[in-house]
């Protein structure tokens, strides 16, 4: 399963290659459950791409590679 790192935080991805992808937007997503009350429960919070968690990846993935070379400048590593 890879990550994205920035410092300390790991974002969960679904491919390496997800570094040079413009489509990527690391975020918090919050995971939501459903009590017998009806309320709303906050569940727990994943550090992963948010257009992975409410859109999906899309179908054509192409990797930008000056947009994987001005992320590693920020910082940012792959790890597994």
Same mark, same amino acid.
């Given at each position: 399963? %890879?990550?994205?790192? $920035?410092? =300390?935080?790991?974002?969960? *991805?679904?491919?390496? /290659? !997800?570094?040079?992808? %413009? !489509?990527? @937007?690391?975020? #918090?997503? @919050?995971?939501?459950?459903? /009590?017998?009350?009806?309320?709303?429960? /906050?569940?727990?919070?994943? $550090?992963?791409?948010? +257009?992975? #968690?409410?859109?999906?990846?899309? $179908?054509?993935? &192409? +990797?930008? &590679? +000056?947009? #994987? &070379?001005?992320?590693? =400048? +920020?910082?940012?590593? *792959? /790890?597994?």
């Amino acid at each position: 399963m %890879p990550y994205l790192k $920035l410092g =300390k935080k790991k974002y969960w *991805v679904s491919s390496s /290659t !997800c570094l040079g992808m %413009p !489509c990527f @937007q690391p975020g #918090a997503y @919050q995971h939501r459950g459903t /009590t017998n009350s009806g309320s709303r429960n /906050t569940g727990s919070y994943s $550090l992963m791409c948010m +257009e992975n #968690a409410y859109r999906g990846c899309p $179908l054509s993935r &192409k +990797e930008d &590679k +000056e947009i #994987a &070379k001005s992320r590693k =400048k +920020e910082g940012w590593k *792959v /790890t597994y």
